[in-house]
């Protein structure tokens, strides 16, 4: 009998990995060995060789699943070998050579760009890059409008920044070209537009579940029927 791959936990921007604490439970009450590495969100290519990186020092298989921009993220670090399934939470699904802003610029905008507060920080050999929050006024209504109000004002405060870059780096590899996948669509998502979800869920020709009324941290407020999609895809493969 083929080992239980391990299920490792991909992070996207505004939210570390407690985003899916609720996923996490879940999955180890049905036996399932969970990884919630950090997300650097400093780039595409830096953060997908990073969770790559992980993955492969993983004994035995390896099912990513991504939520928001960590879904951009494990579409090229499922490249890695041992990579079986991806599952994509509320993400988009780039295709290779793609970038983020041209993906969501095929449809309507619907995400925070108003509601974006800009910070600088200091690159490798000098100069200043650009990396956003959401402003702590928006957070509970964009980003998490189905979660307690307590919930989503910690969480607001404890946001990682996404490097800016990260939206224009274009994917050099679409791992679900050559590997199954699965997808949630967040039916009422205001950081990434329900249509962006289905468009590349239907593209990598993924097994999709959508929730009407789910916003965009669904993880939190939809942990069983998360972590029920996951464990679909590591039954699948298992």
């Known amino acids: 009998m083929p080992p239980t791959p391990t299920v490792v936990l991909v992070h996207g921007a505004f939210a570390d990995t407690a985003i899916w604490f609720g996923v996490v439970a879940e999955l180890h009450s049905h036996g399932i060995p969970v990884l919630a590495p950090p997300n650097p969100l400093r780039g595409l290519a830096a953060d997908a060789a990073h969770i790559a990186s992980v993955a492969a020092q993983i004994d035995g298989p390896v099912v990513l699943a991504g939520h928001a921009y960590g879904g951009a993220v494990i579409t090229e670090a499922g490249t890695a070998d041992n990579v079986v399934a991806l599952v994509y939470v509320a993400a ?7 970038t983020l802003s041209e993906l969501h ?5 619907t995400g925070p760009v108003g509601e974006l507060r800009r910070w600088s920080y200091p690159v490798p050999g000098g100069g ?3 990396e956003v929050t959401l402003t ?3 957070f509970a209504t964009v980003f998490a409008a189905d979660v307690p109000a307590p919930v989503a004002e ?3 405060s404890c946001q ?4 800016l870059a990260a939206c224009e780096e274009r994917a050099t590899a679409a791992a679900w070209r050559s590997k199954p996948s699965w997808a949630l ?3 009422a998502d205001r950081v990434i537009a329900p249509d962006v979800e289905r468009f590349g869920a239907a593209r990598a020709g993924a097994t999709v579940v959508e929730i009407d ?3 965009h941290a669904v993880t939190l407020s939809q942990p069983t029927a998360v972590a029920r999609l996951i464990r679909d895809a590591v039954h699948a493969v298992s």
């Open 160 to 163: 990682p920044p996404l490097a």
């Open 185 to 187: 669509v967040a039916g």
């Open 213 to 215: 009324g789910a916003s």
């Open 105 to 109: 610029g095929r449809f309507p905008p």
């Open 92 to 98: 988009p699904v780039l295709e290779e050579g793609e």
């Open 128 to 130: 200043q890059g650009v």
């Open 154 to 156: 910690v969480l607001a």
């Open 136 to 138: 702590a006024e928006a």
